[in-house]
DNA sequence: GTACCGCTAAACATAG
DNA sequence: TCTATGTTTAGCGGTA
């Protein structure tokens, strides 16, 4: 459960408050172990380490620790901060761009270009506009950071250039342009910041100038791993983030994350090939059309990921196993959205089981129990941590097209399911039938800038490109997917609205410019206090937020950008319905009053079942933005 | 003893 | 033609 990441936990920022005492108040219900004191001394004592280049940099300036002293005079909520040696920045959202300042406002850029930057750099060109981007990845639980930048950014000693996702843990150390930060959530003890870890970002930190591959094999040995192939094939898929990976690929991953297959002879490659072609856990995608390369990618059947990712989890070593970046492809397409009401099984594509191999009835998984017995040699595996995906993380971008989808030469399985068609039975997180197909792309209260397709940064590709855009006759139907999608059963009151907002707009609203908003901003007396009164970061402007929402139904009903609005549209609904102190303006309700914030009761149950989905609303919730 | 599972090796076909 | 990729067959050892 990593919903405390979400809590107020003020206390664990001590080192960087002036008002420890009041902060120190606060955590009576709370005694910190000694060895939390221990290892925040630790913590203090490295970031005070750390390094500020001597070019200008404006986050040192902008959120040196003594304007945050001035500026927060009591407790701070923040999910993470970025802890520098003299300066401190809060992380209040679930989506952060680092980078250079923006640009004059007279030069016209790409649109990607005048994204917000939140934490800003300063001017020096060695950052990139937008340099990195740092979010929650809701499914594996974990902040990872996307490279953008041409320069790339350290994490841990590891230089990681653009296209690669570094997931973030408490105590990583990142540099950027040489100005280092501490990666810090709240609750440092239950985060891992033990005194053995500091000590070992200090060491890393240290051997920043050494050779990836020396600190990899810090971290690593060269014992067999206690994984199946079809576990590490599975790993190395779900780390990608479109869930789908070439065998090449896949070979780079397992040699990266298990120098074990570094040494030994390329039998093993074979044994890859082998498992791939008869487990039937995995499926191949084609390419896309004039995507350059050889081979079909390999992708998880969904009914498997679930058990691979357990069987993961269930890892003999110390520590975490790489993150999973994969999320559950696009789908508008919603089966059930009671969770009560499972939707009769999938059925799976059989493959043909050759005579001479054992039929593996039910999962292929459940036999994976890890290999110990066969590795005897003793000893612990060191941990993959903070895993170096670099260089494996897929560059491609390919949404499956269900029309595409491999069909193999084997008759028996041709018959693939498509991505309409991945279960939805319970037991599973709300969000797995939400229409996002990367965390870009999830609803999060983010900024509509948001709302833009994600482009690989590898290939610059727009991974909806490959979306079939529907024509203005399926707009009802659309609506109704809209209507279906599952995010109903955790923003139930939202979908009434929303049609009916939606009928307005087709009705009478298709040609006239958006109202103009009721909300006096903050002047409104329906805004009671803000609720996180140290924040003083800017917020932005309500009224924008409905008349982007105004102009983002219009494009839907008028059949322009659909895809894009209709998920833009989710978006704002969620953002603006998990804003209850903020009141709806009247031409978006029935009433004119404001909708009802609570969950609907399936929601709320479902919720409760699954904590990813319960730590998701909570993060939602609590988003800063929820000042307005 | 048997079935199942995971692994290894190899032959072969095919695509780029 | 070469190489990478993908499919299939065969067999071995470990485990339940």
Same mark, same amino acid.
């Given at each position: 459960m990593a919903s405390h990441k979400l809590e107020n936990d003020s206390g664990s920022y001590s080192e960087i408050e002036e008002n420890k005492e009041e902060l120190g108040s606060k955590k009576q219900t709370k005694t910190e172990p000694e060895a939390d004191v221990k290892s925040n001394g630790r913590l203090e004592s490295r970031i005070s380490k750390l390094t500020v280049p001597g070019h200008e940099m404006r986050i040192v300036e902008d959120y040196s620790n003594k304007k945050n002293a001035e500026r927060h005079s009591g407790e701070i909520q923040a999910y993470a901060k970025f802890a520098g040696s003299t300066w401190t920045y809060y992380v209040k959202k679930i989506r952060l761009i680092l980078g250079r300042e923006p640009?004059?406002?007279? /030069?016209?850029?790409?649109?990607? =270009?005048?994204?917000?930057? =939140?934490?800003?750099?300063?001017?020096?060109?060695? /950052?990139?506009?937008?340099?990195?981007?740092?979010?929650?990845?809701?499914?594996?639980?974990? *902040?990872?950071?996307?490279?953008?930048?041409?320069?790339?950014v350290k994490v841990d000693g590891k230089l990681y250039k653009p296209g690669e996702v570094v997931n973030l843990s408490s105590g990583s150390i990142l540099d950027v342009a040489g100005l280092q930060m501490m990666f810090v959530l709240p609750n440092a003890s239950?985060?891992?910041?033990?005194?053995?870890?500091?000590?070992?970002?200090?060491? @890393?930190?240290?051997?920043?100038?050494?050779?990836?591959? !020396?600190?990899?094999?810090?971290?690593?040995?060269?014992?067999?791993?206690?994984? #199946?192939?079809? /576990?590490?094939?599975?790993q190395a898929i779900l780390s990608s983030p479109d869930c789908m990976m070439t065998l090449s690929n896949?070979?780079? *991953?397992?040699?990266?994350?298990y120098p074990y297959y570094r040494t030994t002879k390329?039998? *093993?490659?074979?044994?890859? &090939?082998?498992?791939?072609?008869?487990?039937?856990?995995?499926?191949?995608?084609?390419?896309?059309?004039?995507?350059?390369?050889k081979g079909m990618k390999w992708s998880i059947e969904p009914e498997f990921r679930e058990e691979f990712i357990a069987k993961t989890k269930k890892t003999?070593?110390?520590?975490?196993?790489?993150?999973?970046?994969?999320?559950?492809?696009?789908?508008?397409?919603?089966?059930? #959205? =009671?969770?009560?009401?499972?939707?009769?099984?999938?059925?799976?594509?059989?493959?043909?089981? #050759?005579?001479?191999?054992?039929?593996?009835?039910?999962?292929?998984?459940?036999?994976?129990?890890?290999?110990?017995?066969? =590795?005897?040699?003793?000893?612990?595996?060191?941990?993959? !941590? &903070?895993?170096?995906l670099s260089d494996i993380i897929a560059s491609q971008d390919y949404s499956p097209d269900p029309s595409t989808i491999s069909q193999s030469k084997n008759p028996a399985s041709a018959s693939p399911a498509t991505n309409a068609a991945y279960s939805t039975s319970s037991p599973a997180p709300f969000w797995k039938y939400v229409a996002v197909p990367n965390p870009h792309d999830w609803p999060h209260v983010g900024s509509y800038d948001t709302i833009s397709p994600y482009r690989n940064p590898l290939n610059n590709h727009m991974v909806y490109s490959q979306l079939p855009q529907p024509s203005p006759k399926k707009i009802d139907e659309q609506m109704h997917d809209l209507q279906g999608v599952d995010l109903a059963n955790g923003f139930e009151g939202i979908s009434s609205w929303r049609e009916s907002m939606v009928q307005k707009l087709r009705t009478a609203n298709s040609g006239t410019s958006a109202p103009a908003s009721p909300l006096g901003a903050s002047t409104s007396p329906a805004n009671p206090p803000r609720a996180w009164g140290s924040v003083s970061e800017p917020i932005p402007n309500r009224s924008t937020e409905v008349e982007n929402k105004q102009q983002l139904e219009t494009s839907v009903v008028a059949g322009s950008d659909n895809d894009h609005a209709?998920?833009?549209?989710?978006?704002?609904?969620?953002?603006? @319905?998990?804003?209850?102190?903020?009141?709806?303006?009247?031409?978006?309700?029935?009433?004119?009053?404001?909708?009802?914030?609570?969950?609907?009761?399936?929601?709320?149950?479902?919720?409760?079942?699954?904590?990813s989905a319960q730590h998701y609303i909570q993060a939602s919730n609590t988003d800063v933005r929820s000042n307005i």
């Open positions: 640009a004059n406002q007279s /030069v016209k850029g790409k649109e990607e =270009d005048n994204e917000e930057v =939140d934490m800003n750099f300063g001017p020096s060109k060695v /950052v990139s506009r937008k340099h990195a981007v740092v979010e929650y990845n809701m499914q594996g639980q974990t *902040w990872n950071c996307t490279i953008y930048g041409r320069n790339g239950e985060q891992t910041i033990t005194e053995e870890k500091v000590g070992e970002e200090m060491e @890393e930190a240290e051997k920043s100038e050494e050779s990836s591959a !020396t600190i990899e094999n810090s971290v690593y040995d060269n014992r067999k791993p206690p994984y #199946s192939y079809s /576990v590490m094939i599975a896949i070979y780079n *991953w397992i040699s990266t994350h390329s039998g *093993w490659q074979n044994s890859i &090939r082998h498992n791939l072609s008869l487990n039937k856990a995995f499926r191949k995608v084609p390419r896309k059309s004039g995507e350059q390369g003999p070593y110390k520590k975490t196993p790489p993150p999973f970046l994969c999320t559950p492809p696009f789908t508008l397409k919603r089966e059930n #959205s =009671d969770p009560e009401h499972t939707s009769p099984p999938i059925p799976t594509p059989v493959r043909h089981q #050759s005579p001479s191999t054992p039929k593996r009835e039910g999962s292929p998984m459940t036999e994976e129990a890890p290999s110990e017995s066969k =590795d005897k040699e003793g000893g612990s595996y060191k941990t993959p !941590t &903070r895993a170096v209709v998920r833009a549209i989710l978006d704002a609904s969620v953002s603006m @319905e998990k804003q209850p102190n903020v009141q709806q303006p009247a031409e978006f309700t029935q009433t004119g009053q404001a909708p009802q914030p609570a969950l609907g009761a399936t929601a709320q149950a479902h919720i409760e079942e699954h904590p």
